[in-house]
């Protein structure tokens, strides 16, 4: 488990990394815009693919630290036990829905042979990022299981 909280800290520090590299060039591209009147060839084309390099590694980091959105106005009456419960079986539906798109990102990443139009930049890595991406969420809501399993039988025993 330590492993997989390294491999997704360390995602997500790239994708912070990557959005600074995004920032920097977006300035850049708007100062030759509108200052030389050059704008940069593509510009927006890679700030569409660092996207993706940007959102999807840090899906197993967010969720690993728990920052995804959550709305518990009805669960926080219940009690611990019940939560727990609650979380479970919603990690678990959640893993259900992400397996199937993980799968299916598999199949669609396998068949990609496309490019941008002005770079001719190939799309099939960034597939593989996306995919790779969604594979890191579902082994964190499998970690986020067990987890919640291991602290429901602790609490058991006390």
């Not at 939560?83 to 397996?99: D, H, R, S």
């Amino acid at each position: 488990m330590k492993i997989f909280r390294f491999v997704s800290r360390l995602l997500g520090y790239i994708a912070a990394v990557i959005l600074g590299f995004m920032m920097m060039l977006t300035v850049v591209d708007v100062f030759f815009r509108y200052i030389l009147n050059a704008p940069l060839t593509g510009a927006i084309e890679i700030s569409e693919l660092l996207m993706v390099v940007l959102v999807f590694p840090a899906l197993g980091w967010i969720a690993i630290e728990r920052s995804h959105i959550r709305v518990d106005l009805v669960v926080t009456l219940l009690s611990r036990k019940a939560q727990l419960l609650v979380e479970i079986v919603t990690l678990l539906l959640t893993l259900g829905t992400f397996a199937i798109i993980t799968w299916q990102s598999i199949l669609e990443s396998r068949e990609v042979g496309m490019s941008t139009s002005l770079l001719s930049i190939p799309e099939a890595p960034f597939h593989w990022v996306m995919t790779v991406g969604f594979l890191m969420l579902c082994l964190a809501i499998v970690s986020l299981v067990v987890e919640n399993v291991v602290t429901i039988i602790r609490e058991k025993k006390r």
